[in-house]
Each structure stands twice: as C-alpha cells, then as structure tokens.
C-alpha cells in the first residue's frame, strides 16, 4: 500500500535495483514464475497486491489525483508538518538522520491513517475495528519518541473534524 507508489516508489525501486544489480522476481512476475501473479501482480493497476491509494481514491482518473497532505489535512491528521519532499536531499547531504526518518515515517504514518479510513468506507471495516486500528496506532507511537511531533501535531489537527476529535484526551500528554 502506497500514496503515488506506482508512479514514484516502485520506479525508484526498479531503478535502484538495477544501479545496484540486484534481481527483484517477484516485483515483475505477471505469472512468468508464479502462475497465481498473472492477475495480481505490482504492475496490474487493479488489484491488491499494491494498492496505491491515490489511484484508488481517484478511481483511477488522472484529474482527481490530489497530494496525501491535503487528504490527511481533510481527514483531521497531521499531514506533512510544515517540511516536504525538497528536503529529503539536504537531509542525507548533512546527515540528518532523524530528521529524515521522521519526515520519511510521517508519510508512512498518514498514509496508514487514510488507508484504515478508506478500509472503513469500503466497508472492509466497522466502526469499531477503525477505531481500535487508530486507538492502537497511537498507543504504540506513544512509545516512539521521534513521533512525538506527530502526536502533538495530530492532537490539534484532529479537533477539525467531527470524526476524529475524539481519538485524543486533552489529558493524555
């Protein structure tokens, strides 16, 4: 699962992969090798093998595309807290390794938060198993110090919108 992953992480990965000379099958198979991929494989755009929500979500029409910031400002979550991608570079230039892994694992996380939604508007989950997704979610990022940016930022963003102002206690942190 993914935010733009078939047009932005798989290629860096097949291109990565090649720089490195690595062999990645099981990226590419489309039944070649295991006949069970020939309908559900990373390439095929509809299926489950890779789902990347922005495709989804826009029911695969180029026009709806629209950024996991603004989709994770919509649904009360934290989105990209004032950084974007531009800095991922000067990131590595210099090092900064924290900075760079929280950056990197707040898309992971807002992309983890739409996706346990959109499960819920697929009706692949009730009510009550979204919010036992999101509930633990939080608890086990309340273990990791480096999120805690997230967290605060999230406690704010969450009043925005009626279904998620509920996830945090004004006395939980």
């Given at each position: 699962m993914s935010w733009n992953g078939s047009q932005f992480d798989l290629p860096v990965i097949l291109f990565r992969a090649m720089y490195h000379g690595l062999s990645a099958p099981g990226l590419f198979d489309q039944g070649e090798i295991d006949s069970q991929k020939r309908f559900n494989n990373y390439q095929n755009r509809y299926h489950h093998r890779h789902i990347d929500l922005m495709d989804v979500m826009a029911?695969?029409?180029?026009?709806?595309?629209?950024?996991?910031?603004?989709i994770a400002s919509i649904l009360g979550l934290p989105g990209k807290r004032g950084e974007s991608g531009y800095h991922v570079p000067e990131y590595?230039?210099?090092?900064?390794?924290?900075?760079?892994?929280?950056?990197?694992?707040?898309?992971?996380?807002?992309?983890?938060?739409?996706?346990?939604?959109?499960?819920?508007?697929?009706?692949?989950?009730?009510?009550?198993?979204?919010?036992?997704?999101?509930?633990?979610?939080?608890?086990?990022?309340?273990?990791?110090?480096?999120?805690?940016?997230f967290l605060e930022v999230w406690k704010r963003t969450s009043k925005h919108t009626e279904f998620t102002s509920h996830y945090f206690n004004p006395l939980d942190f």
């Open positions: 029911m695969f029409n180029g026009r709806n595309f629209q950024k996991l910031d603004d590595v230039r210099t090092q900064q390794w924290l900075k760079l892994t929280s950056y990197c694992e707040g898309d992971v996380l807002n992309t983890w938060f739409v996706y346990v939604r959109w499960l819920l508007l697929k009706g692949q989950l009730t009510v009550d198993e979204h919010n036992d997704w999101v509930n633990s979610s939080i608890d086990y990022l309340k273990n990791i110090p480096q999120q805690a940016d």
